[in-house]
């Protein structure tokens, strides 16, 4: 069974920490948000505090800037450092698929399970569009069966939350969740 996760900014970690700690639910919080562009040792650093302070699962954003001049070597660096720093927890890759062509997103997704994280994940919800169905078809094609696939923003009824499951997600994002599971 999927317990509910909570994702916060880091800022509000370690107070969500504290009011979730005899509760079932996950916690998550973000690194590199919303743009990827901090440096590597920033992000682990991010990664690492997050952690610290209770933080079960880290959503980070992939270097773009790297992913864009075609550095694979520094995309997977990045990516790496955060789950090292990570320990235990669950990382998923922020690969912003509204700003990259169906090449790009096979590439961030084939060098999101070469660095050991977790999940690919579609979007930071802040770019001009969240998942679509082909984007989480293409990812879930590039990954496999085994990895995660999580679809995030612009999920807005069970129809739209159906339709992502079916295409491959493993896991949705949603601010109409209760909506989605009343309809």
């Known amino acids: 069974m999927n317990l509910p996760l ?6 509000w970690s370690k107070l969500a ?19 990827g562009a901090n440096l590597t040792a920033t992000k682990a650093l991010e990664a690492e505090s997050l952690v610290g302070l209770g933080v079960q699962e880290i959503d980070m ?19 790496e450092a955060v789950v090292k720093a990570s320990e235990s927890a669950i990382v998923k890759v922020i690969i912003e698929t509204c700003l990259l062509t169906d090449a790009e997103k096979r590439v961030a997704s084939m060098l999101t399970v070469k660095a050991g994280a977790h999940f690919v994940k ?13 984007d989480v078809a293409l990812m879930r094609q590039t990954v ?29 994002g949603t601010s109409s969740s209760i909506a989605i599971v009343t309809s």
């Open 144 to 172: 496999g069966p085994d990895f995660g696939v999580k679809a995030s923003g612009g999920i807005r009824d069970l129809q739209s939350a159906l339709a992502m499951l079916e295409a491959g997600a493993t896991r949705l």
């Open 6 to 11: 909570f994702r916060v900014l880091p800022i």
């Open 122 to 134: 579609t979007s930071t919800g802040f770019a001009k569009s969240g998942a679509t169905l082909h």
């Open 61 to 79: 954003v992939i270097n773009l800037a790297a992913l864009k001049a075609q550095d694979e070597r520094e995309v997977v660096r990045d990516i």
């Open 17 to 35: 920490a504290k009011l979730l700690k005899k509760s079932p639910c996950k916690l998550c919080s973000v690194v590199g948000f919303p743009l």
